[in-house]
């Protein structure tokens, strides 16, 4: 067994030049009289007030061996805390900028790793070998110092597109956006025409927080199976939580697009109260409306949906050829292997008929997380390869 701990501090620097306003000039704008050179100010807003990161980790660990090597466990638990953590900012169009770059805060990120591996069976080269490990990974990052109340750091400040937001005491992965209106009870609030109450405002007039994007565990399943010159690989994963707004089901269902949407002639009563009388709702709204008005069209709120998946992540075949077959070749070695990757998943807590795939990055590279904006959907891949020595 090792006993091991550590201490470590880094810098982090912004890219480009982020501090410096700079002006854009294009020499193929036509006007009178033919081409003429144009200039305008950057998207960019320059922040010359921004400060490097400062990053400071504790970690301590364990890694052990057991019964003759055949069961292996490390363990690792980590606390790493970030100074004036850098993130890309959107700014109101209004403003004459489109982006920035800010300091946050202090972000604390928290968790654990560990790693269970057990032989089952070793049979030697020409025998059979079977090994499994399973791999836990979870995380939690807070925002815990800030000098505003709220900084918008990717997504869009229309809260009807939906955020991710930094907001001291949160999660750095909350999603903001606008919400179903409550009343002083949290009971939902109906209009007279049988729809839901949108709201910029919670009930302590604050940015309705609408979801959390970091999950709760990420776990993987990994087995290595092998009989003489063959080897069979294969990886499951499991991501429990962490929330996603989803516009692709979201446009699905209130497309009436699939199977969840089939029955045209059903009627809804959405539960709550009404915003008029305080009585409970009983206004009965048809399948488009309920779809349309209230999914599509509605609060962002309802367009969150629980990112756990269970995920085949990939598949491997080998078979590496006996030495005697290639005693009269240039090859002292050839492997052969085929593979798959993202076979199969099932994000159990999304509609079945939206056949969606959580692990799409919505807003592009970058600390955000936990949107789809009607993305591509996620690639299965095959591949062949031949591994060769001489």
């Not at 199977?259 to 009388?277: A, F, K, M």
């Not at 949107?371 to 020595?389: E, H, L």
């Amino acid at each position: 067994m090792k006993l091991r701990a550590g201490y470590a501090t880094s810098a982090n620097f912004p890219t480009g030049y982020p501090t410096v306003s700079v002006v854009e000039q294009n020499t193929q704008v036509y006007g009178e009289g033919g081409e003429i050179t144009n200039n305008q100010v950057d998207n960019f807003r320059a922040n010359p007030d921004l400060k490097p990161e400062l990053l400071k980790e504790f970690e301590v660990g364990i890694e052990s061996r057991f019964w003759q090597n055949r069961v292996s466990f490390d363990f690792t638990y980590y606390d790493r805390r970030t100074d004036d953590l850098i993130v890309s900012q959107p700014l109101p169009p209004s403003t004459g900028f489109t982006l920035t770059q800010s300091n946050i805060g202090q972000i604390s990120n928290k968790g654990i790793e560990a790693d269970l591996g057990i032989d089952i069976f070793r049979g030697g080269q020409d025998g059979f070998n079977w090994n499994t490990r399973v791999n836990f990974f979870a995380n939690e990052e807070i925002v815990e110092e800030q000098e505003e109340d709220i900084i918008f750091y990717a997504g869009s400040t229309a809260l009807f597109v939906g955020a991710n937001a930094a907001i001291e005491g949160e999660s750095l992965g909350t999603i903001v956006g606008t919400a179903v209106a409550r009343d002083e009870n949290g009971n939902f609030l109906v209009n007279n025409g049988g729809n839901y109450v949108i709201t910029e405002q919670d009930n302590d007039g604050n940015v309705p927080i609408i979801g959390d994007a970091i999950p709760d565990y990420t776990m993987n399943f990994f087995n290595n199976l092998s009989y003489k010159n063959w080897s069979l690989g294969f990886q499951i994963q499991h991501v429990k939580g962490g929330d996603i707004m989803s516009s692709t089901i979201a446009t699905l269902l209130g497309r009436g697009l699939i199977t969840e949407t089939q029955n045209r002639e059903n009627t809804y009563i959405l539960p709550g109260v009404n915003q008029s009388t305080g009585e409970v709702n009983n206004l009965q709204i048809n399948n488009s409306t309920y779809y349309f008005n209230n999914l599509l069209f509605g609060p962002a709120e309802l367009k969150i949906y629980d990112a756990s998946v269970i995920r085949l992540q990939e598949v491997s075949l080998s078979y590496s050829f006996p030495k005697k077959f290639l005693d009269k070749t240039p090859f002292g070695a050839l492997t052969l292997t085929a593979q798959g990757f993202n076979l199969w998943y099932d994000a159990y807590n999304t509609p079945d008929g939206a056949n969606f795939d959580p692990n799409v990055a919505g807003i592009g590279i970058g600390n955000g997380r936990g949107f789809d904006f009607m993305n591509g959907p996620s690639q299965r891949r095959y591949g062949f390869s031949v591994r060769a020595s001489f």
